[in-house]
T-cell receptor, first 115, second 108 residues
Framework: GAGVSQSPSNKVTEKGKDVELRCDPI?????LYWYRQSLGQGLEFLIY????????KSGLPSDRFSAERTGGSVSTLTIQRTQQEDSAVYLC?????????????FGEGSRLTVL | GNSVTQMEGPVTLSEEAFLTINCTYT??????LFWYVQYPGEGLQLLLK?????DKGSNKGFEATYRKETTSFHLEKGSVQVSDSAVYFC???????FGIGTKLQVIP
């Protein structure tokens, strides 16, 4: 597609359930990022992929959070045993290559609400 | 580590007022810096960037100059419009780190 696509756009789940959030980056972009946007917290870095590997997972808040990327393209962020504090908008971005000044292209995000 | 300190909002201005949103960056060396903007209901998009010290980034009437001495990259606009109402994020490329975001509301 022309831009970064994320799904679902909205997800409401019950505490304790697992959720999967998907990101389709722009074709050809090797770098892919996940961020979490919460009220009053700004943009919190979660994880970065270069190709299929994740050299920087330093932002994942707990072991309930994991992410993978396959074929150098689609990425899935999985949150296990969701908690209310996981409620946020999860943003995905891609760029040609990290470490340069290339523009990050963001998706519109997946809004997660944990009841 | 890398960190971005950004002026907290919300900021409310009248149309045609002067805008400044402060941003400072702490990192090893002098990474390229940027401002992203998130308009209501839209995804984040790059507003402007500066790749080295003393560079000025500009776009849509907004400007920011990378001050090496203070590692600051304050966003300015001489005359804001209602259409500038959005959330603005400062950040740096070294670890693609973003600040907390500053919500700007411009009233007619």
């Amino acid at each position: 597609g022309a831009g970064v696509s994320q799904s679902p756009s909205n997800k409401v789940t019950e505490k304790g359930k697992d959720v999967e959030l998907r990101c389709d980056p722009i074709s050809g972009h090797t770098a892919l990022y996940w961020y979490r946007q919460s009220l009053g917290q700004g943009l919190e870095f979660l994880i970065y992929f270069q190709g299929n590997s994740a050299p920087d997972k330093s932002g994942l808040p707990s072991d309930r959070f994991s992410a993978e990327r396959t074929g150098g393209s689609v990425s899935t962020l999985t949150i296990q045993r969701t908690q209310q504090e996981d409620s946020a908008v999860y943003l995905c971005a891609s760029s040609l290559q990290r470490g340069t000044t290339g523009e990050l292209f963001f998706g519109e995000g997946s809004r997660l609400t944990v009841l | 580590g890398n960190s971005v300190t950004q002026m907290e909002g919300p900021v409310t201005l009248s149309e045609e007022a002067f805008l400044t949103i402060n941003c400072t960056y702490t990192a090893t060396g002098y990474p390229s810096l940027f401002w992203y903007v998130q308009y209501p209901g839209e995804g984040l998009q790059l507003l402007l960037k500066a790749t080295k010290a003393d560079d000025k980034g500009s776009n849509k009437g907004f400007e920011a100059t990378y001050r090496k001495e203070t590692t600051s990259f304050h966003l300015e606009k001489g005359s804001v419009q209602v259409s500038d109402s959005a959330v603005y994020f400062c950040g740096g490329y070294q670890k693609v780190t973003f600040g907390i975001g500053t919500k700007l509301q411009v009233i007619p």
